[in-house]
């Protein structure tokens, strides 16, 4: 069956680095975009970033532009974020999430879809 | 940067049509989605391209989009659509944000 599963969370001290894992399995990894996006304790969802099917597009929220890295490796269906200089604000729940049918807008740029499949997050907090 | 607002809580009735509403500057422009959350799980799409239902989200799942504003309408609501909704969609800047979520209680 369809799955993403996230792994890579932890305890860290504010300043240090982590990267999170997401292990697809069930589908053609490499024909989908993929995002991540987090969940604060007791918040919202906040989109985080996505990257396009082949590696060759990227794009950030702004509170993480800069200090995160998103990529993939086809080859072995994963899905990365590398998060550096972690501030305390980053704790949260991180969801990897496959991108659904991408799209052309009205203005013709490339768009992912809304995200169809997701997994049940890695818990990351920031603390001292 | 681009915001899409909802409604904090919405209340109905089992049976009742529960209406969610989320705004947005570039919804003409851009597909929206909806999610459905229950507490401690993962969301889950319910609707996407602002219209169409994944399969195996319940008929009484529907969305439409009017200008600036999209809706998720449930009808004849059920104890276990109880959750948190979230629509989402694109922007010119190349990000995906949420709208801020809506708590869903059924009386």
């Known amino acids: 069956q369809v799955q993403l599963v996230e792994s890579g969370g932890g305890v860290v001290q504010p300043g240090r680095s982590l990267r999170l894992s997401c292990a697809a399995s069930g589908f053609t990894f490499s024909s989908y975009a993929m995002h991540w996006v987090r969940q604060a304790p007791g918040k919202g969802l906040e989109w985080v970033a996505v990257i396009s099917y082949d590696g060759s597009n990227k794009y950030y929220a702004d509170s993480v532009k800069g200090r995160c890295t998103i990529s993939r490796d086809n080859s072995k269906n994963t899905l990365y974020l590398q998060m550096n200089s972690l501030r305390p604000e980053d704790t949260a729940v991180y969801y990897c999430a496959r991108g659904g049918a991408d799209y052309y807008d009205i203005s013709g740029y490339w768009r992912s879809g809304g995200m169809d499949v997701w997994g049940q997050g890695t818990t990351v907090t920031v603390s001292s | 940067s681009y915001e899409l607002t909802q409604p904090p809580s919405v209340s109905v009735s089992p049976g009742q049509t529960a209406r969610i509403t989320c705004s947005g500057d570039a919804l003409p422009k851009q597909y929206a989605y909806w999610y459905q959350q229950k507490p401690g799980q993962a969301p889950v799409l319910v609707i996407y391209k602002d219209t169409e239902r994944p399969s195996g989200i319940p008929e009484r799942f529907s969305g439409s989009s009017s200008g600036t504003t999209v809706t998720l309408t449930i009808s004849g609501v059920q104890a276990e659509d109880e959750a948190d909704y979230y629509c989402?969609?694109?922007?010119?800047?190349?990000?995906?944000?949420f709208g801020g979520g809506t708590k869903l209680t059924v009386l």
């Open positions: 989402q969609s694109a922007d010119s800047s190349d990000t995906y944000p």
